[in-house]
């Protein structure tokens, strides 16, 4: 009879083991997906703007007439705020083989924040590196990290401290 049991708690747990992986999967295939849609929109909103010209018209409300057709057709999440945000991360990302689908919306949402690319770099490859939450994230760019790296005698020290 105990034999039994030992052989159901493994089928238990290879049985729980396949749900948690296939819900990961999913997870990241739908990340990857509104990335993807996010950088196409991003794109698709300088190509509007710039209507095949080098350089964009000004005075188009091009975002704002946008934003009021999606959110009247999709609901939220395509206020101007959110648009600006998606055409930011196609003119800084430009090409789709740069971004990470590692990396979630709320983490590029604050990595486009960074004017600085170096600085950018260093901070979307620290996220990946070290499986970084956004909040995470978001507290290490706000305390000076970067900056205190740079200054650092002992790099190793203050990133094993920070973590």
Do not use: C
Not at 6 to 13: A, H, R, T, V, Y
Not at 111 to 117: A, H, N, P, T, V
């Amino acid at each position: 009879m105990s034999n039994i049991i030992i052989k159901n708690k493994d089928l238990i747990e290879n049985i729980k083991k396949i749900i948690h992986k296939a819900r990961y999967n999913i997870l990241q295939s739908v990340n990857k997906e509104m990335l993807l849609a996010y950088f196409e929109i991003g794109k698709n909103i300088i190509e509007g703007e710039q209507d095949g010209k080098a350089r964009a018209r000004y005075g188009k409300n091009i975002i704002n007439i946008l934003s009021k057709e999606l959110t009247r057709e999709f609901g939220k999440g395509f206020d101007v705020t959110y648009l600006r945000r998606m055409r930011r991360f196609y003119l800084i990302y430009q090409k789709w083989e740069t971004v990470s689908p590692k990396l979630s919306w709320s983490h590029y949402s604050e990595l486009i924040k960074i004017e600085e690319s170096t600085k950018r770099i260093y901070f979307e490859k620290y996220a990946i590196q070290e499986n970084l939450s956004v909040r995470d994230l978001k507290r290490l760019i706000n305390s000076f990290h970067y900056e205190r790296l740079l200054l650092s005698k002992d790099k190793k020290a203050l990133l094993i401290k920070e973590k």
